[in-house]
T-cell receptor
Framework: AQKITQTQPGMFVQEKEAVTLDCTYD???????LFWYKQPSSGEMIFLIY??????QNATEGRYSLNFQKARKSANLVISASQLGDSAMYFC????????????FGKGTSLLVTP | EPEVTQTPSHQVTQMGQEVILRCVPI?????FYWYRQILGQKVEFLVS????????KSEIFDDQFSVERPDGSNFTLKIRSTKLEDSAMYFC?????????????FGDGTRLSIL
């Protein structure tokens, strides 16, 4: 079974608008971390934001924020005021405290920001 | 800002040849990882390394693969007798610790092409 599900293979957003990229996860471990990474067309993986399972507040990092709904097991990434440079693949990943060191990645969402 | 560096950025190798991918993790990080991403697919965990030994490996990381920290700064992935299906982007990552809230910072990747 997929640990991380990203249901949107591709998304479009107009410059300066906000966009939400969906991520749902599956775990029975009460302690876990959720991460979002950005992969531009050049290929590098850039860490964006982290949310812990015990965190009371949604994580924010500049224009990035997480809409964390623990009961629904979702951790959607919200990008506010989109910029052309935000066009990239976005990957949601999870690490479970009792399941070793590996990050489990979703299949990603391709975001295209249009002028 | 410190970063993970990987060399080469692109490696082309004949099938059956050995290849060594190199990484310099962030200097104060203690945990090192290799991931791979086959074109168009999600990122997959290969191996984690701590204190000069493998701490976890996936089923992908078979006898064909090995990792080494030959000196105080480099971390290498060796693939013996490469196969066509080894063609992928290989990412090195490092982290300060292994807590669920510790992000893994990725390098820019090495694109490996097996002919």
């Amino acid at each position: 079974a997929q640990k991380i599900t990203q249901t949107q293979p591709g998304m479009f957003v107009q410059e300066k608008e906000a966009v939400t990229l969906d991520c749902t996860y599956d775990t029975s471990d009460p302690s876990y971390g959720l991460f979002w990474y950005k992969q531009p067309s050049s290929g590098e993986m850039i860490f964006l934001i982290y949310q812990g399972s015990y965190d009371q507040q949604n994580a924010t990092e500049g224009r990035y924020s997480l809409n964390f709904q623990k009961a629904r097991k979702s951790a959607n990434l919200v990008i506010s005021a989109s910029q052309l440079g935000d066009s990239a693949m976005y990957f949601c990943a999870m690490r479970e405290a009792n399941s070793g060191y590996a990050l489990n990645f979703g299949k990603g969402t391709s975001l295209l920001v249009t002028p | 800002e410190p970063e993970v560096t990987q060399t080469p950025s692109h490696q082309v190798t004949q099938m059956g040849q050995e290849v060594i991918l190199r990484c310099v993790p962030i200097s104060n990080h203690l945990y090192f990882y290799w991931y791979r991403q086959i074109l168009g697919q999600k990122v997959e965990f290969l191996v984690s390394f701590y204190n000069n030994e493998i701490s976890e490996k996936s089923e992908i990381f078979d006898d064909q693969f090995s990792v080494e920290r030959p000196d105080g700064s480099n971390f290498t992935l060796k693939i013996r007798s490469t196969k066509l299906e080894d063609s992928a982007m290989y990412f090195c990552a490092s982290s300060v610790g292994t807590g669920r809230n510790q992000p893994q910072h990725f390098g820019d990747g090495t694109r490996l092409s097996i002919l």
